[in-house]
């Protein structure tokens, strides 16, 4: 069976963070604790599927969060355009990870049906919950429903062979990671499942969460779906940077062939 070439394109950073910012219950809170922002694109010969969209200026001028790359300037070392993305994967609908989806005009939208449902719900009449959000996001993914171009998952589900999704929760309601079939084996885009090593190292969650248990369970799931802690890809992990080898541009790193270095799991 033939394998996908996955690549994490880095389009932003916050570096301005401490570690209360990114672990509940920690002794050392006003440590720094830097944060990366990522999509990834998976290839095989002529198929590709992009997993989030990143956000894009006017959201980070709107939140002032500045991104160091538009997404779509992301893509272009690997020669593809919006045009050429007809499939994203949406780990889940915070404004980070879906903030660019009407810049993929042609995609096809794969999304929990529990995170539509939460986006969409009462939930989201505490701020605290909906402060990831940005209405216009969850807008765009409603008028790609309305187009025919939502495909609603149901906790485990197959995308294309080789690549499946599965609901892990916790951060948000259908927070779902991917799990991607390469040389190295099963390899797993955690997203916010975990967003750092050390999430799952220490079993520290992260702050922002709706539901604590999914979370923690969460942590076990990513294990029991990869083929072995190595292959786990947390979301926003600096490391991420530094144990896998830059391809193409200094935006963008391959992670189909496994980590360089050590993983801290």
Not at 3 to 19: D, G, I, K, P, S
Not at 94 to 101: E, K, M, N, P, R
Not at 113 to 138: D, I, N
Not at 162 to 179: E, N
Request: charged share 25%; aromatic share 8%; glycine share 8%.
């Amino acid at each position: 069976m033939s394998t996908w070439q996955v690549h994490a394109l880095r389009y932003a950073e916050r570096n301005a963070r401490t570690r209360r910012d990114s672990f509940l219950f920690d002794d050392r809170h006003d440590t720094p604790h830097p944060m990366d922002y990522f999509i990834w694109l998976l290839r095989r010969e002529s198929e590709v599927i992009l997993v989030d969209t990143g956000y894009d200026g006017a959201e980070a001028a709107a939140r002032g969060r500045p991104i160091l790359i538009d997404p779509v300037a992301a893509l272009e070392p690997f020669d593809l355009g919006p045009a050429d993305i007809t499939r994203v994967i949406v780990t889940h609908m915070h404004y980070d990870h879906a903030g660019g989806l009407h810049l993929f005009p042609e995609a096809r939208l794969h999304i929990q049906a529990a995170e539509m449902a939460y986006a969409t719900g009462p939930c989201m009449c505490h701020g605290a919950l909906r402060a990831p959000f940005s209405a216009g996001h969850v807008c765009e993914a409603i008028r790609r429903l309305y187009s025919g171009r939502v495909v609603f998952h149901d906790g485990d589900a197959e995308v294309a062979e080789g690549v499946t999704v599965h609901r892990i929760g916790g951060h948000s309601r259908g927070l779902q990671a991917v799990r991607v079939r390469t040389e190295a084996g099963w390899l797993v885009l955690a997203s916010d499942a975990a967003h750092y090593y050390e999430n799952i190292s220490a079993r520290s969650p992260f702050p922002i969460v709706v539901d604590l248990e999914d979370m923690l369970l969460g942590f076990d799931r990513l294990k029991s779906l990869a083929t072995g802690p190595a292959l786990i890809v947390p979301g926003h992990d600096p490391l991420v940077t530094r144990l896998f080898p830059n391809d193409l541009a200094d935006h963008v790193f391959r992670l189909d062939r496994g980590p360089t270095g050590k993983v801290p799991l």
